[in-house]
């Protein structure tokens, strides 16, 4: 316990751990932001497919098609994180150079999260008031416009919502990818606190991650119930 | 302006479902036409043949000269754009002001933003509701927002207006200030409406043709009026009397059937009975109706038990004006 404390007090004394707290949660950030914005778009153009092409969607797609779709989606979805992370890892070093490091573990979470984005985003469209779709057909919208027009800004607020499950789920796996040479929080918690058996930055880098978790859930909350007119 | 030829629509699934079987109709140009039936009768399915929302497995539907069956989606789309639709449920777009609601139909066809919200704006004014443009559906009461997608039907200047069990979710004041709206609508722009219903008020409030639907099938077409007066029909009877008379509680004998077929006004046909010819008769049922100011509707008489008395009635009723009169065997039938 004592020990503990004198490292505790050793990390808000040193310069050195400062700027490593500071790296690491500027490294999550950014990996995080941009591996969710690239993920969802991913996800959401599947999950368009999905609801638009299913059998009793507004323009059905053939079935073998959808079959394959939902499979890919399945597998990709089934795969533990850390094992898909290094499978994919391959695909890092082909797109950006390198295996190690804050960016190559973007791809690995783009493919991680982008089939369980699309699931989630699925389950918010499918949720889009028939009726009004049905409007929207009598209205002579194209399966564009409904899409376009009708589903995506009809379900703005539950999209706001999946993107921050999205951002929380990515950000806790971008944490488990520092244990094999991913950058961020979770690097630091691992190498610097784990691997040296320095339980006070293992314990830090803990609450800071809760924190942006915290951080990212009330902002998520206040846009998707500021976007949602049905509220007032 | 609506031609359906042989239309029948089946649901195949775990057992068939016939929704529609075998339906002709046609509906003139600026007429305001009901259809009416009973839950499940198929009339939301028959409206939505109308405009293809379902394709019908047989038969051919034709709108405006244009054979709706036989085009190909991207025509389709074009043809919907004459055919506007208004829904029980408003089918409102609930992330959108109810300006950017009427306008939806506008942008949809690309139209200029500016003129499209003076279009919106003027359309909303002629639904009283120019002062709700920046509101949300979701503050609107269930008639506003019924105006509102009256408003968004009317944007893009259709020739026929669907209206499917529009007035059902509202109170009887709101379903009646919607009906005279679209009565209004109907007189000053000529557009052909069709009214899905299964209150017989509305038939009765603003349509001018009626048809019956009865599982699916097509059972009585004609005027507002003869339908009201004589349905011929158990479906028709069904609906024009809902309540019904209990058989067992009438009579076995003397009893007549008046119907009133459209005198200019109600006669105290029962008083001036007993005071012209001294017979006194009993009311065992009635059921009129005033349509466009006129009296339809029948009446069921038990006439006295005295042959004399019974015969003189009878002669005096079958002298009025207006009135048709019959023996109502079938009451025991």
Sequence with gaps: ?232 | MIKLEHVSKTFSGQSEVHAVRDVSLEVAPGEIFGIIGYSGAGKSTLVRCINLLERPTEGTVTVDGVELTALAPRQLRAQRKKIAMIFQQFNLLMQRTCLDNVCFPLEIAGAKKEAARRRGMELLELVELGDKAGAYPVQLSGGQKQRVAIARALASDPKVLLCDEATSALDPQSTRAILRLIQKINRETGITVVIITHEMAVVEEICQRVAILDSGSLVETGRVEDIFSNPQTDAGRRLVYPDGVALEELPAANVVRVAFDGGSAYQPLVASLAIDCGVKVNILGADTRNIDGKAFGTMLLGLPQDPAEAARALAYLRGQPNVTVEEARDYHG
Excluded at chain 1, 101 to 106: D, L
Excluded at chain 1, 114 to 128: D, H, K, W
Excluded at chain 1, 195 to 214: E, G, H, S
Aim: aromatic share 10%.
């Design chain 1, 1 to 232: 316990m004592d020990k503990f404390f004198s490292q505790m007090t050793e990390i808000f004394a040193t310069p050195k751990y400062l700027g490593e707290f500071l790296d690491g949660i500027w490294e999550t950030a950014y990996s995080t932001v941009v591996s969710t914005a690239v993920a969802f778009l991913l996800g959401l153009v599947l999950a368009v497919l999905l609801v638009v092409g299913d059998k009793d969607g507004v323009r059905p797609l053939p079935t073998p098609i959808m079959k394959t779709l939902n499979i890919v989606i399945n597998i990709l979805r089934s795969v533990p994180f850390l094992i898909l992370m290094l499978f994919v890892l391959p695909l890092s070093k082909l797109l950006v150079g390198t295996r190690i490091g804050t960016v190559a573990s973007i791809p690995p979470l783009i493919v991680a999260a982008a089939p369980f984005i699309a699931r989630l985003v699925e389950t918010s469209l499918r949720e889009t008031d028939r009726g009004v779709i049905e409007a929207a057909q009598a209205m002579g919208c194209s399966p564009f416009q409904i899409v376009w027009k009708v589903m995506l800004p009809e379900c703005r607020p539950a999209l706001i919502s999946c993107f921050t499950t999205a951002f929380i789920t990515i950000l806790g796996y971008g944490a488990m990818a520092g244990a094999i040479g991913g950058g961020g929080l979770g690097k630091t918690a691992i190498n610097y606190g784990y691997n040296k058996y320095n339980y006070a930055v293992m314990l830090v880098a803990t609450v800071l991650i809760v924190i942006l978790v915290q951080i990212a859930q009330s902002i998520g909350g206040y846009l998707a119930k500021r976007a949602d007119k049905r509220l007032r």
